[in-house]
């Protein structure tokens, strides 16, 4: 129904990389929120109040904060996607992150809320009315939030949204919850105590955990968390398809908001290749990387060193220098740049299996320290860190490819 829907609404539905296309996207997403949360609030409402029932009355307060998360999101989506000025040069698209931040305020404000109400009922319960219609209303408003979660779902992944992405699960978590509600309804009418207010307080912690969930998830972005492994392999493997290019080291990804991503990588050439062709042959991965993932993209050329016999004496010092530390560490895929002041050697290390991140890191940085003081011309650089088996051989070589 939603691709129907989206066929119906949106021009040019398929060009996702449009921004106004993307706007389109997400404003149709909050639309159909707005609509669907006000009838399953009202209902909810009106059904909770009926049966006096605080689970029922926690629930339709639970889709009034998904209302307020859908008209948040769609001011979002119309700010965010403002263009750039003299004082924000990369845009305001981190402006959809900042309006998730504010949704998972106004979740964990209600669930905060809901909690306290679900405690009085458990100190002063009160008989719930059981009422099969009511509650075959009910689950109806489970389909709705199923297929709220589905089209969410859809629009996050077609237009690479995390906001749209949280809002789909918690959906799915409403569906949950309500799910629960109408079971422990049924349940209560045959037991002889009454555990609404239980299940009011379920719901209003599971409330709280998603608010949290989503402020955690947001509050990553915007202080620029480590970019999707995904991403990261797709970029390595376009660049690496370029003529001359047989390695890359140091992407950076700096995410400016959904659609506005700005990377940079050092894309490794030998330095017999003509420089004016390789800018050449730069300039259209770039402009390919746009194309095909929506990123500005800026690609470094690394001229490596064909010279075999100064490589051979870096490699043997810098390998004499990691076993000194620990003789189970070990260099690999070493290369060679010379600059004006100095020489950069790239490379990845090995290290035992048992090694864990944080001592990885240390482990980085000690060699690091060692690498400097032992030659200030050398800059070493350790483009990745792999943990092997003591057993396995894995030499330190020096890899180049022959163009003729």
């Not at 669930?111 to 099969?132: A, D, H, M, N, Y």
Request: net charge negative.
């Amino acid at each position: 129904m939603i691709k129907l829907i989206i066929k119906a609404f949106i021009k040019n539905y398929e060009s996702i990389n449009d921004k106004k296309v993307r706007e389109a996207y997400g404003i149709l997403a909050g639309v159909l929120g707005i609509i669907c949360n006000l009838l399953l609030f009202v209902v909810k409402l009106v059904i909770g109040l009926l049966i006096h029932s605080i689970a029922v009355i926690s629930d339709s307060f639970n889709n009034l904060s998904d209302l307020g998360s859908s008209i948040i999101t769609v001011i979002g989506v119309k700010m965010s996607n403002r263009p750039a000025d003299p004082e924000h040069p990369f845009g305001h698209g981190r402006i959809e992150y900042i309006s998730s931040l504010i949704v998972s305020f106004i979740i964990i404000t209600v669930g905060l809320q809901l909690l306290k109400g679900s405690f009085e009922k458990i100190l002063t319960p009160e008989e719930v009315i059981f009422s099969p219609l009511l509650l075959t209303i009910l689950a109806l408003s489970v389909l709705i939030k199923v297929w709220m979660f589905s089209y969410n779902k859809y629009i996050s992944k077609k237009i690479n949204s995390g906001l749209h992405n949280a809002t789909a699960f918690d959906s799915l978590n409403d569906a949950v919850a309500t799910g629960a509600v109408i079971g422990t309804t049924i349940l209560g009418h045959y037991l002889p105590f009454a555990i609404d207010g239980f299940v009011g307080l379920a719901i209003s912690l599971l409330i709280l955990y998603t608010g949290y969930k989503i402020a955690k998830d947001t509050v990553n972005l915007l202080l620029g968390a480590s970019p999707n492994p995904e991403l990261v392999q797709e970029i390595n493997s376009l660049v690496l398809r370029g003529k001359y290019i047989i390695g890359t080291h140091d992407l950076k990804v700096h995410d400016y908001g959904p659609g506005r991503i700005i990377a940079s990588i050092h894309a490794e050439v030998l330095d017999t290749v003509n420089i004016v062709e390789a800018h050449g042959i730069i300039d259209n991965l770039e402009r390919q990387i746009s194309e095909e993932l929506g990123i500005n993209m800026i690609i470094h050329i690394d001229p490596l060193s064909t010279d075999t016999e100064e490589t051979t004496r870096i490699n043997g010092l810098l390998t004499a220098l990691v076993h000194q530390i620990n003789d189970q560490y070990r260099l690999d895929h070493v290369r060679m740049t010379k600059g004006w002041d100095c020489t950069n050697v790239i490379c990845s290390l090995l290290v035992p299996t048992e090694l864990d991140q944080d001592e990885q890191k240390k482990v980085r940085q000690i060699i690091l320290q060692k690498t400097a003081e032992t030659n200030h011309r050398l800059n070493l650089v350790i483009d990745s860190i792999t943990p092997v088996h003591p057993d396995s051989e894995t030499p330190a070589v020096l890899r180049l490819v022959d163009f003729k």
